[in-house]
């Protein structure tokens, strides 16, 4: 509707009234896009306005404009009061309310009131708003300007009632469809054997969609038998037509999607067969439509119209609403409406189909690996190893006790560190008082060398004696200060790695002679000590190998060799063990004492079902007394 539609439209050479032009509008059946400008031509005649548009929110923020009233020319601008519309468009559209914009020309002097203004109606849709509707008007006082909203305002619910007007055609069309499909299935079955209800099917699908032919085909083994067609008793197979139409049918069940033709210009799918039989026994509109059970086809309905009244979106819908319903009962009454032989023939069939044949892949698939998986446990072997906890400790240690009794001055090591045997200061002691000592016992000393000096000039032989055996006395002493001097430095006798000794929190503490400061494990000297539980002691023997792998270093493994069964549980974390001494077969140098982890002892090769039962077999033995 533009303005050639309002002047077409009026039956006389006046002017159309405001109630022609709506009750036209109300009444018109078009699409939506014409509906939109056809109302902007409306609103704009009544309200006088230069142009109108109609403008919803964009998914980014912005405004789409959606109709534009009068229509821009080709190559030109957009107008300003459109522009002017866009950009305000979204701002405006969350208020909800009508929006009054003056619009300033160029030349208007500052100051001056507007006489263009830019009105902004929102329209609603199910009670939320949607967009708003755009229009430039002249408007001499504010009387006439508010006269022009009113109109505005009213004229736009014309919008709402031409949606509700299109939902109630949609329900109707609806409600026809299923009304059809219904009565189709209603006359279905009505029947009991399959041949009557394939018939009445055929017939009523012609006579309801006005077709000229219909055929229904059923999936035999590979290829499409036609089972009943309109208006026709008894048919041949060896006739052109209905090898023809077996050949639509084959291409729309090889497909599994609904084959038109002619055609549309986006279609996907193959319709040569169709192009065929409409060349040959036509020209014809073809529809092929699935029927399907269990998401799976199993028939055809082949519909065939004149070229003058092709297939709409309406009649696709409703055919295929209608094989849908039907199918089930075709299906049902075609597998059963047989005799007993028949009936078992289909029934083995289908099972040795379902054994033999392409599909349930997966489910073959899984059965025969589950086979294999009970032979394979059954008859191959595997290596049976005992897993148990292991430790790793020295096979010797050297204790570093504390020299003299003194005081802790220095600490040098760790635990953990490695150290040069007779090089490595491990610690010091403090010797502050053994030096006091010494200066006193040498100045001792020369006091018993100047009486032996003055025994012996006044020829006093005895006293001299006696003042040498002193000196001598104190030579000792200073002997004896100056070894634990030179002992203040702690050295280890043997290279090695620091196990035990962290002293570096006690410097200034007092120590003992004998106390134990260190202690030293050369690291080529390390074996492993096994935890076997009670219930696999009996398969561990002397000789065996195996390898173990420390919880620091899980992915290097050791080879070592069991050297010593201990015969005596004991008891370890409320568990009966028994202590493996192995020997390891290579050391490397991140291994250290007291390490921990995991060791599997070889015993020999037994079948996986023993390997996999046997801790719980001989569980249930204990429970059951087997």
């Known amino acids: 509707m533009n303005q050639d539609w309002i002047s077409q439209h009026s039956s006389d050479d006046r002017e159309p009234s405001t109630a022609d032009m709506i009750d036209r509008l109300s009444r018109f059946d078009g699409p ?19 142009g109108g548009a109609i403008l919803r929110a964009g998914p980014e923020g912005g405004a789409e404009v959606i109709a534009v009233y009068p229509l821009p020319e080709e190559g030109s601008t957009a107008p300003v009061w459109l522009a002017q519309s866009a950009e305000a468009a979204s701002q405006h559209i969350s208020r909800g309310k009508t929006t009054i914009l003056p619009l300033h ?6 100051g001056q009131p507007a006489r263009r203004y830019l009105v902004m109606v929102p329209f609603r849709s199910g009670g939320d708003v949607r967009g708003l509707a755009a229009f430039a008007v002249n408007a001499s006082d504010d009387k006439a300007l508010a006269a022009i909203r009113e109109r505005l305002e009213l004229t736009i619910s014309l919008l709402s009632l031409y949606e509700m007007r299109l939902t109630l055609q949609r329900r109707q069309m609806d409600t026809r469809r299923l009304r059809m499909a219904m009565e189709t299935l209603t006359t279905v079955n009505e029947h009991d054997r399959f041949a009557g209800a394939a018939m009445a099917l055929c017939n009523e699908v012609a006579a309801r969609w006005n077709c000229e032919r219909v055929g229904l085909g059923f999936l035999k083994g590979r290829y499409v038998h036609l089972r009943a067609m309109s208006h026709t008793e008894k048919f041949s197979r060896k006739m052109q037509l209905v090898q023809d139409t077996e050949s639509v049918m084959e291409e729309c069940i090889d497909q599994d999607v609904e ?34 059970k269990g998401g799976e086809a199993v028939a ?12 709409n979106l309406e009649d696709v819908e409703s055919l295929r609403l209608t094989c849908e319903l039907c199918t089930t009962r075709l299906v049902d009454l075609h597998e059963h409406d047989r005799w007993i032989g028949a009936r078992a023939a289909a029934g083995a069939r289908k099972g040795l189909a379902a054994a033999l044949g392409p599909k349930h892949t997966w489910i073959k698939v899984a059965a025969i690996l589950i086979l294999g998986a ?57 010797t502050a008082e053994l030096r006091l000592q010494l200066a006193a016992t040498r100045a001792e000393r020369e006091g018993y060398l100047k009486q032996v000096a003055a025994a012996v000039s006044e020829g006093k032989t005895a006293e001299a004696q006696i003042a040498q055996a002193e000196v001598e006395k104190v030579d000792a002493q200073i002997k004896l200060l100056q070894h634990r001097i030179a002992q203040a430095e702690i050295h280890s006798p043997i290279s090695g790695c620091i196990i035990a000794g962290d002293l570096k929190r006690q410097i200034g503490a007092p ?73 390891l077969l290579e050391t490397k140098p991140w291994m250290r004492p007291g390490m921990e982890g995991v060791a599997k002892v070889s015993v020999d090769h037994r079948s996986y079902a023993w390997l996999w039962t046997h801790k719980l077999v001989n569980w249930l033995r ?3 007394w087997l």
């Open 259 to 292: 084959v038109l033709h002619p055609p549309e210009a986006e279609a996907t799918y193959v319709s040569r067969a169709a192009g065929e039989l409409s060349k040959r026994h036509g020209p014809i509109n073809v529809l092929s439509l699935p029927l399907r």
């Open 105 to 110: 020309g160029q030349d208007a002097l500052y």
């Open 622 to 624: 204990m429970k059951l």
């Open 511 to 583: 120590v003992k002679t004998g106390d134990v400061l260190f202690e030293v494990a050369p690291l080529e000297s390390l074996r492993a000590e096994l935890l076997v539980p009670e219930d696999e002691i009996a398969d561990v023997k002397v000789g065996q190998e195996g390898e173990l792998a420390t919880a620091s270093y899980p992915g290097r493994r050791i080879k070592f060799v069991v050297e010593r069964v201990n015969p005596v549980a004991e008891v370890v974390s409320q568990r009966n063990v028994f202590k493996v001494r192995v020997k």
């Open 32 to 50: 939506p896009e014409q509906f939109l400008i056809n109302l902007l031509a409306v609103q704009c005649h009544l309200a006088k306005a230069e």
């Open 374 to 430: 009970v032979l394979f446990t059954v008859f191959a072997k595997g290596e049976y190893r005992v897993d148990a906890p292991f430790v790793l400790e020295a096979t010797q240690r050297q204790i570093i006790p504390a020299p003299f009794d003194g005081y802790l001055k220095s600490v040098g090591v760790f635990p953990g560190d490695e150290i040069n045997g007779g090089h490595t200061v491990l610690a010091t002691l403090d």
């Open 300 to 311: 055809v309905l082949t519909v065939e119209r004149p070229t003058d009244d092709p297939f």
